[in-house]
């Protein structure tokens, strides 16, 4: 099915079930411990082992040696696999440094070795018999250090009018340096897989990921083996954020444990693997000048950043948002991704938005203090319907100004602190903020196959379910479609088997998924009206399904009655069209934060937040609720308390475990509040939906900085805001006091 021009009204604008609230039809599995997640799938391979990695000591350099005889003799051991046992892997295309394979380390905890037994203990105390020795070489670790090296950050994404010039007559202005923590995906559940390939042909994989097509695709360049050998199974997955769209060492690891021992072999990541041997947000500096006149107008933004990242990666981008969020004729923005040997760096929920409106939006609240302007009115004053790089090419909806009404309506603003350090509860000192959002609206083609038979319909696609609800969107979709109940309507997902679907990322998958699922839908409606013989043959258009029968001209059938009972199988994929390639396709919120500080300490609780989303049609309020819930809680972590330590000396985030790196947790925010606007949006996909799952991140960390702001008078504006970036500035306002 094309998608090719904006959708006219359809069935999802009066529908019973799209866009209503459901629970998840896959919660009670999961409260009662029965949804099979990869690690637990006990009953699919007999005579599992278990494995264990080994990760390199250094940074960088190459393996001078490595024993095993000692692990091999250890009690329970089948197998064990070092680097230096297998020539240099393949490197797919979505993985920077090598997963496994000769003397070369290009990253602390690098996976080195595998260890395989009959326990996880015996495993893990073999691994500890490994000797191994380094040669190491000399690596860079310090992205303050290396920024102050480079000479320029080479040409700019976009530049557009004269930004100098712009800046030079400004009346007012703003110059400052903005600084975000390198993040951990921290998900709960760790980085697992099972896999057979015990013959060392057919591999079958039970595993944590995100994307079953791109990573089926990768283990084949991986092993230079045929894709069509290669089977995934991905149905659950307890956290994803990025984290696993890709093809990681657990899975690798696995695989050469299982052709080892010729059994199948299960290896979850140890928590430390989880923050220096899979993938990370790296850390950015980032500069901001925008320029403004007295009545507030911005007429330049100069936003330039660097982030890190292994040799050959590409860092964390937080520019592209300034693009085009704000009105301004003169814009320059520019992104520089610094090598170092950390371990690497790729997508985290919102990556390069979530960074780079921690920034922007400090900024704009710094320009509106200088304007002596509302924040809010700020905002509102340089909204744009048009790319302000391309006013040819209009936003298809943005009501990001009716976000920010309503925000401040139901947050109560007028009665906010107006003067920073001015309210005050006892120790307590009392402040109020808020951020605007933005986050891009892509979607994918993605296809999904349906089976009709007896009134029950069942839906095929490898979309994953990583904790976002697709299992219920997708049933919703179907059973509208198809005029069926939601129990008559059971949903498959997260297998190779299955038709290719865009999977669960990058806030394309619910708007994608459900627009293949729908395309799928309409093959079988036009497969059904095929088989019906009702004088002159009708189209499947001309043809209403609704409460388990097929209406139309001379024809009402019960849907169970369709095919005699046999089987009907229909599939097909949404694919879209270049019009929108015309036109800019967003989603938009605002975030309004009340925070309260502790005079003396510097100690910041959260005391409620409000997040009002435009997001096109929401297929699941409940669902959807819980997704920007979920961003907004990563989002006060990421800006009071995350942040990678890094060790300069030797290369590796040191507080790598949950002790070490403190995530934000429901007991932190007593008060959470998500509204969402009606606004379907014709060009996005037939439903007129688009996601939100990383839309509810974007903007918030800036929101709280903007709040302690307000209520302490120190600005700060480095991430995360903890106690000793705040203190120093309080004990200097006390003294002054």
Request: glycine letters at 10%.
């Amino acid at each position: 099915m094309d998608f090719n021009q904006a959708s006219e009204e359809n069935l999802f604008d009066h529908a019973r079930i799209v866009g209503k609230p459901h629970a998840r039809i896959d919660g009670r599995l999961k409260v009662s411990g029965q949804a099979p997640y990869a690690y637990e799938r006990h009953d699919v391979a007999a005579g599992q082992l278990v494995g264990y990695p080994l990760g390199a000591t250094i940074a960088k350099g190459r393996i001078t040696h490595m024993d095993a005889t000692q692990a091999l003799k250890a009690p329970g051991v089948a197998a064990v696999v070092t680097t230096l046992d297998v020539a240099p892997l393949n490197r797919a295309e979505s993985n920077v440094a090598r997963l496994f394979g000769g003397d070369v380390v290009e990253h602390y905890h690098q996976a080195i070795a595998v260890v395989v037994a009959d326990t996880l203990e015996r495993a893990r105390g073999a691994a500890n018999l490994i000797e191994v020795r380094y040669a190491e070489e000399d690596a860079e670790f310090d992205l303050e250090a290396a920024l102050e090296r480079l000479q320029n950050l080479g040409e700019p994404a976009a530049d557009v009018g004269d930004v100098e010039a712009a800046i030079a007559k400004a009346p007012v202005t703003l110059d400052a340096v903005y600084r975000t923590s390198a993040q951990s995906h921290a998900m709960m559940e760790p980085h697992a897989s099972i896999v057979d390939w015990s013959d060392g042909k057919a591999m079958t994989v039970w595993l944590s990921n995100q994307m079953i097509a791109w990573t089926r695709q990768a283990l084949a360049t991986t092993f230079d083996i045929d894709a069509d050998a290669i089977r995934l199974e991905s149905p659950y997955v307890g956290g994803g954020f990025g984290g696993k769209l890709w093809l990681r060492a657990d899975t690798v690891l696995a695989a050469l444990g299982s052709r080892a021992a010729g059994r199948p072999v299960k290896v979850a990541l140890p928590r430390p693997l989880m923050f220096n041997n899979t993938t990370h947000r790296s850390a950015t500096i980032q500069r901001l000048r925008i320029a403004a006149g007295e009545d507030g107008r911005i007429t330049a933004f100069d936003h330039a950043a660097v982030s890190h990242t292994l040799p050959g990666g590409s860092g964390e981008d937080a520019v592209n948002q300034t693009r085009c969020f704000y009105a301004g004729e003169n814009r320059r923005v520019a992104h520089h991704a610094i090598d170092l040997h950390l371990p690497e760096s790729a997508d985290m929920r919102a990556p390069g938005e979530a960074s780079g409106l921690a920034a922007l939006e400090i900024a704009m609240d710094e320009m509106a203090e200088k304007l002596d302007m509302d924040p809010v009115e700020f905002r509102i004053l340089n909204d744009t319907q048009v790319d302000p790089e391309d006013p040819d090419k209009p936003f298809s909806q943005r009501h990001f100004v009716e976000c920010l009404r309503e925000g401040a309506e139901r947050f109560g603003w007028e009665a906010r602190n107006r003067t920073p350090g001015g309210r005050r509860e006892g120790a307590w000192l009392i402040g109020h903020g808020m951020a605007g959002a933005y986050r891009g609206a892509p979607t994918l083609d993605s296809g999904a196959r349906v089976r009709l038979a007896r009134g029950r319909l069942v839906v095929e696609t490898d979309m994953t379910d990583i904790g976002t609800g697709s299992y219920t969107i997708i049933a919703q979709t179907a059973a509208e479609t198809m005029g069926l109940a939601m129990e008559d309507v059971e949903v498959r997902l997260g297998n190779s088997a299955y038709p290719v679907s865009s999977g669960s990322g990058g806030q394309f998958g619910a708007a994608s998924a459900t627009a293949g699922v729908y395309a799928a839908c309409l093959a079988l409606q036009k497969k059904i009206a095929a088989q019906l013989k009702v004088g002159a043959q009708l189209k499947a258009e001309e043809l209403r399904f609704d409460q388990g029968r097929i209406l139309g001209e001379g024809v009402d059938l019960a849907l169970a009655d369709v095919g005699d009972g046999d089987e009907l199988v229909a599939e097909d994929k949404i694919h879209f069209g270049d019009f929108k390639e015309g036109l800019q396709i967003g989603t938009f919120a605002a975030h309004f934060i009340e925070v309260a500080v502790h005079a003396y300490t510097g100690e910041t609780r959260l005391r409620r937040m409000l997040a009002v989303c435009d997001a096109g049609r929401i297929l699941n309020p409940i669902t959807a609720r819980s997704q920007v819930l979920g961003g907004m809680t990563m989002a006060a972590g990421a800006a009071l308390s995350e942040g990678l330590e890094v060790d300069r000396a030797r290369g590796f985030f040191t507080n790598h475990d949950l002790a070490g790196y403190e995530v934000a947790v429901h007991a932190d925010i007593p008060e959470q509040e998500v509204v969402f606007l009606e606004t379907p949006d014709a060009a996005s996909t037939p439903l007129k939906a688009k996601g939100v799952g990383e839309l509810g991140i974007c903007g918030v960390p800036a929101a709280i900085a903007n709040a302690v702001y307000n209520a302490t008078g120190v600005r700060v504006r480095d991430y995360p805001i903890t106690v000793d970036r705040l203190v120093e500035g309080l004990a200097e306002r006390a003294a002054h006091s």
